[in-house]
């Protein structure tokens, strides 16, 4: 049963799944605080205190989720339920955070941060027993490959629709009406996301899961998780990454108007994320197949910090400054499918070192270290506007040099860290070394 293959119509679920949450944090991410900012006219300084502080809740929020999960036992099972009750309130949300009303600042502030803590409140009950959900429907490595592939392809589409879509979309809803634009948008994406979610219960199995009790300490299982090496890369890998995806997100708006001063670049370098994202699903499961997921992410990470160095060469060349940008985005996306599976695999290890799975919490802490990771880069860049003096109407040189640096020097430094960081990765080569002890137990525990 380990090897049994999966359906074409559960992984194609499987991986459509990810819109379930990713659309509209995808939307967030890229246009939220342009939204906030440049539409609804709420001071900058404000938003980036309300993104950080709404996600740094979150390391109360995730790994309680997360223990939840490893407590459930339900008719849907351990992970389906979640994705059945969250997937309409969701929806609901998505359209509420693109429906600030006019009302004082003050006041648009307060509704701002309720209505962002209130989605990702929800996004935690979704997204935590989805990324669950994977080493519960099999054990095969490379089954995990395929379903991370078929997870990226979601992940890139959403990203598409998320980004490259939304302004297109704003223009034909809204015309000159932005606000009225993205209101719709909102609404268009939390049908597609509702849809994708509910596809999701249905068609994805629980084959495997925890043998072990739902009545466990939390403390000492959170204890063992902060032991867990392979969690403990991946958690720094995916901090690192999303720090650096949630500036890059919310800066290349402001990068493209302001710097580049080709706002149509806007719609080229935000889709060649998700683009590059769709083209990895299907060359990275057999690159990191032949080469394991420490080699190849580390060399990709590499190549990825070198390009974006060399980048502000090209800066006054727009066609090798994209053709650059692209093939950096290839690269760091090939760490996209790769953190998929290591999420699935750090379940393995803490089975082979503790005896017990803990999927909920595993994928708790990992989706902790996302949103962080997002909200540092996304409210670290609203701080520099602040602290650059940025005004959208009148941007002055020393705001774009600040901009301009920023984009740069912020990605050739993270994605150096992020380098070190999987080079630590621990189970390339362990697989039959843990599946074969994890048997070995089984007979004697049975006794």
């Known amino acids: 049963m380990a090897n049994e293959k999966l359906s074409f119509a559960e992984r194609l679920s499987y991986g459509m799944g990810d819109m379930g949450t990713s659309l509209a944090y995808n939307m967030a991410s890229g246009f939220l605080l342009f939204y906030y900012t440049n539409v609804v006219g709420m001071p ?11 996600r740094l809740l979150d390391a109360i929020i995730d790994p309680v989720v997360g223990i939840m999960v490893d407590k459930t036992r339900s008719r849907w099972g351990r992970t389906r339920g979640y994705f059945l ?35 990702g409140i929800l996004m935690s009950v979704q997204a935590i027993p989805y990324t669950a959900l994977m080493p519960m429907m099999t054990l095969d490595p490379k089954q995990r490959l395929k379903l991370s592939g078929m997870r990226g392809v979601g992940t890139s589409i959403s990203v598409v629709l998320g980004t490259a879509a939304v302004m297109p979309l704003v223009g034909v809803f809204g015309g000159e009406d932005q606000n009225k634009g993205f209101q719709y948008v909102a609404m268009l994406f939390a049908a597609i996301g509702f849809a994708a ?3 999701l219960f249905a068609n994805c199995k629980e084959r495997f899961e925890d043998g ?30 999303f720090i650096r995806f949630g500036l890059m997100m919310s800066a290349t708006a402001y990068f493209a108007i302001d710097v580049m001063r080709q706002p149509w670049l806007i719609s080229v370098m935000l889709p060649a994320v998700s ?74 290890y803490h089975e ?50 600040a901009i301009r640096w920023t984009y740069y020097g912020s990605a050739v430094v993270l994605l150096g860290l992020q380098t070190v960081v999987v080079l630590m990765w621990p189970m390339d080569g362990l697989h039959e070394t843990i599946r074969n002890d994890i048997a070995a137990r089984q007979p004697a525990a049975a006794e």
Request: proline share 4%; with cysteine.
């Open 44 to 54: 900058a300084a404000g938003v980036g205190t309300i993104f950080l502080i709404a």
């Open 85 to 119: 009750f969250t997937a309409l309130p969701y929806a609901l949300l998505t359209v509420a955070l693109f429906h600030v009303p006019d009302w004082s600042d003050s006041a648009q502030l307060v509704y701002a941060f309720v209505t962002f803590k209130a989605l």
């Open 197 to 199: 979610t509910l596809a």
């Open 212 to 241: 072990s009790s739902p009545d466990f300490a939390i403390g000492p299982a959170v204890k063992e998780m902060l032991q867990n090496k392979a969690w403990l890369v991946v958690f720094a890998s995916c901090l690192l990454y």
């Open 275 to 348: 683009g590059m994202l769709l083209l990895s699903s299907f060359v990275a499961p057999p690159i990191l197949a032949r080469t394991g997921i420490r080699k190849g992410s580390a060399f990709v990470l590499a190549l990825a910090a070198v390009i974006f160095a060399v980048l502000p060469l090209a800066q006054d060349n727009t066609a090798a400054f994209l053709s650059l940008y692209i093939a950096a985005c290839l690269a760091t996306s090939i760490t996209i499918t790769a953190a998929f599976a290591m999420i699935a695999e750090t379940v393995d």
């Open 352 to 401: 082979w070192k503790f005896g017990t799975r803990r999927e909920g919490l595993l994928s708790a802490g990992i989706s902790l270290s996302t949103k962080v990771g997002m909200a540092v880069g996304t409210a670290g860049f609203a701080f520099m506007l602040g602290a650059a003096g940025y005004v959208p109407d009148a941007v002055t040189d020393a705001a774009r040099e």
